[in-house]
């Protein structure tokens, strides 16, 4: 398999794919006409399902400093029985297939990340000069269960785009008890450039399979309040979450300041978190 050097059509960056996932990807529209719903005081709304190619890609450490998002941290429990230990992979990002801006480089390590030399290896003879090392297959298949993508949910309000990227990251005994954790990726984006918002506030609804409802409410996202303007019109950031019981699902708003101080409120679609048994997940990592 063949890599592909990309910058990212969004943040910017340059990456290289290591290999692909098929998404279902449920985005929130206005059932009166054929684009997204773009303002929280229609009523009518319909969930539309497709597939779109996801990739999982290495980002250039050189670039990391000036990405307008916070880079993504690949995160798993180790097996709940023997490691209680949470692990994480820096520099991993999940991007879908328009965000990407193929390129060709002459370099032999065109991207500086510290898994590059371990996955990848360079063929003068091939186009794109780069294919996947016996290393990156076997990583793949012992970790896919936590690297999985399989649902992504997108909704727009007041032009505000939210999309969430929901992973199960394993399961954890606590007092004799197990714990569910999941990882969840939000990427905001100001799709009316003319108008910068900026993030306030967040409210969470938190749904367990077990019967209970949390709200959570705070400042900002990940101690920050970004500010989407036409320079910097997106941010992507991720957090965790953890239920008694195997599954659940969560949904909320972020409240948004414009300029003028006027507030708006943008929905967080909502999606599903789902387990998969315990003898599906990896135990340590091995880089």
């Not at 279902?24 to 190619?53: C, K, M």
């Not at 794109?128 to 997108?154: A, C, G, T, Y």
Request: aromatic residues 12%; hydrophobic residues 35%; contains cysteine.
């Amino acid at each position: 398999m063949n890599s592909c050097l990309f910058l990212h059509r969004v943040f910017g960056y340059r990456g290289v794919i290591l290999f692909s996932w098929l998404a279902r990807v449920f985005d929130r529209y206005d059932g009166r006409s054929n684009l997204p719903a773009v303002s929280s005081q229609s009523n009518i709304h319909e969930i539309r399902s497709r597939s779109v190619t996801y990739y999982q890609v290495l980002i250039d450490a050189r670039d990391i400093p000036f990405i307008r998002a916070q880079t993504e941290d690949v995160t798993f429990l180790g097996d709940q029985k023997r490691d209680q230990n949470l692990y994480a992979i820096s520099g991993l990002d999940y991007v879908a297939h328009d965000d990407i801006i193929p390129y060709t480089s002459t370099e032999r390590t065109p991207i500086e990340h510290e898994l590059f030399d371990k996955f990848l290896i360079y063929d003068s003879e091939t186009t794109p000069n780069f294919i996947s090392r016996k290393h990156l297959k076997s990583w793949q298949e012992r970790h896919h269960r936590w690297l999985e993508l399989s649902d992504v949910s997108k909704d727009v309000t007041h032009q505000i785009r939210v999309t969430v990227i929901p992973f199960y990251i394993g399961c954890r005994s606590v007092q004799g008890a197990n714990v569910h954790w999941w990882r969840y990726s939000i990427r905001i984006e100001n799709l009316n450039l003319d108008e910068a918002v900026t993030l306030r506030e967040r409210h969470w609804r938190i749904f367990s399979l077990s019967g209970t409802l949390e709200t959570v409410r705070g400042n900002g996202v990940v101690g920050q309040e970004p500010r989407l303007s036409k320079e910097y019109p997106a941010f992507q950031y991720s957090s965790h979450v953890s239920l008694s019981a195997p599954s659940g699902h969560m949904w909320g708003t972020f409240k948004m300041e414009k300029d003028d101080g006027t507030f708006i409120e943008v929905r967080i679609p909502p999606f599903n978190l789902e387990c998969k048994s315990d003898s599906m997940i990896g135990g340590k990592s091995s880089l």
